[in-house]
């Protein structure tokens, strides 16, 4: 497929792909919680843990929006307390290589991007 050409493509709503890419995983926290439900199920409580600064409600906001596209999967048992899981359906999989690139990527470039800011 010609590049050129597929940049000037748009889908749902006259958006371009990296639109529709942002419009599911963009955010200062949906990237943050991929990264740790790539390892396996994960309940509330250890997402909130795992991500430094986010707050109930916050958390609560982003995963209700990744399960309404479908990304995540929340799973509710009937015990007291409630126990809630969440998971990655196979489109939230299929992110996994994304999450991991610009996870690899940060790491790579953490120096070089602390020496720009500095000097800025």
């Given amino acids: 497929m010609d590049q050129k050409n597929d940049v000037k493509k748009c889908s749902f709503d006259g958006l371009c792909p990296v ?3 942002m419009e599911v995983i ?23 843990r795992q991500i430094s600064g986010i707050t109930q409600k916050m958390l609560t906001q982003q995963l209700r929006e990744l399960e309404s596209d479908k990304v995540i999967e929340r799973k509710v048992y009937a015990e007291v307390p409630p126990k809630v899981e969440y998971t990655l ?3 939230g999989q299929s992110l996994s290589p994304v999450v ?12 070089q991007i602390e020496k720009i ?3 800025n």
């Fill in 89 to 91: 359906t196979k489109l």
């Fill in 19 to 21: 639109d529709v890419t």
């Fill in 26 to 48: 963009g955010g200062k926290w949906k990237l943050k919680i991929l990264y740790h439900l790539k390892s396996g199920v994960k309940r509330f409580g250890e997402l909130k």
């Fill in 117 to 119: 800011r500095s000097e």
């Fill in 100 to 111: 991991h690139e610009m996870a690899k990527w940060g790491k790579e470039k953490t120096k």
